[in-house]
Structures are given as C-alpha cells and as structure tokens.
C-alpha cells in the first residue's frame, strides 16, 4: 500500500485546507477527533467503503449515506452514488479504502472459494466459473491508488461534487487523509 501517501488527523489543523468546511472535515473531525457534531435531518454526505466488518464509523444517525462493496469498488454501485446525488441532493463523497482488505487477496486462492461457495448449494462448476468472471475485476494490489483511481475518474463526470479519498487503517481505527 502506498503509505507514504497517507496524512494523520489528529487535530483540526491536520484537515487539508481544500477539505476545511466540508462535510468530509466533519466526518473527519468526528471520527478521529471525537467533535461532537449537530443533530442533521438531511444527510450531507455520502460515503462509500469496503464491507469489512472491522470497519466502524464515529458520526451522528441521519449524516451520511453509506454504501458498502467489496473493497470499497463504487464504481461497482454507481447507481447509489447517482440517486444520493440526484435525489438526495449530495455534494461530497468519501470513497473510505482500507488497510489489510481481503481483496487484496482475493484471487490468493481459488479453491477456497469455491469450496466455501460450493457448501452453500453451488455446483462446483457454477462457483468456478462465477469466481474466475468476478475476482478478476474486484481484486487489487494498493488501495490507496485504488480509490484516488476512483475519485479522479467519477470528478471528471459529477464535477458539481467533492469526491475525498480516505484510508481506514483497521489497526488503529483512524482515518487517513489521502494525498494524490
Ligand atoms: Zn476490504
């Protein structure tokens, strides 16, 4: 993982000047600073990360959307990202990637794949085939590079929206600013 890109938030003034208030310094400052944020009827934010289940946010009910996908791929779900956009009037999006993501390693070993998959009622055939036609597209070796990849991608069409790019690190729990 590309670390060397990666910036600490452990006080107000570590927020990038370009994120300062945004709705991405307000989850920033909630998360790893402990602000208590205001009460939100609309959300202001959406987010999108990985389904690991290490991965827990520190903000307020009604804040944010958030999709959840293997790797934090929202290119996957772009669909979620355009209704939060179009209908739920988002302006900001943090694509949050993360330490030690089993997509990583996902194409690692196939046989366990399908084996798991097999004892859920899958042919072996069928959870072969389903594997080789999907690991491909949601592995990945840097996540960091994953999701700038992302967000330089998506600003080119939503140019409206703020996409920020974040690394969880499921060590210490924090939130990590990306510089691209
Ligand atoms: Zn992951």
Known sequence: M???????VTK????????????????LSSHNLGVVMREYERPELLICTCMDY???????ARYTFIIRTPGANLLDSEFGLATAVALGGIRAVAIIGH??????????????FVEGLSQSGWSRQ??????????????????VQLIINQCQ???RRYTEILFAPLIYDVE????YQVME
């Open 126 to 143: 069928s959870a072969k085939e389903y594997f080789e036609s999907q690991a491909p597209t949601h592995s990945f070796t840097d996540p």
């Open 153 to 155: 991608l998506l600003r």
């Open 54 to 60: 290490r991965i827990k946010l520190n903000i307020p």
């Open 172 to 175: 210490d729990g924090k939130l």
């Open 99 to 112: 330490t030690d993501c089993a997509m990583t390693k996902i194409t690692d070993d196939p046989d366990k």
């Open 2 to 8: 590309s670390s060397d890109k990666l910036k600490t």
């Open 12 to 27: 107000e003034d570590d927020i990038s000047p370009e994120l300062q208030g945004t709705p991405i310094a307000s989850l």
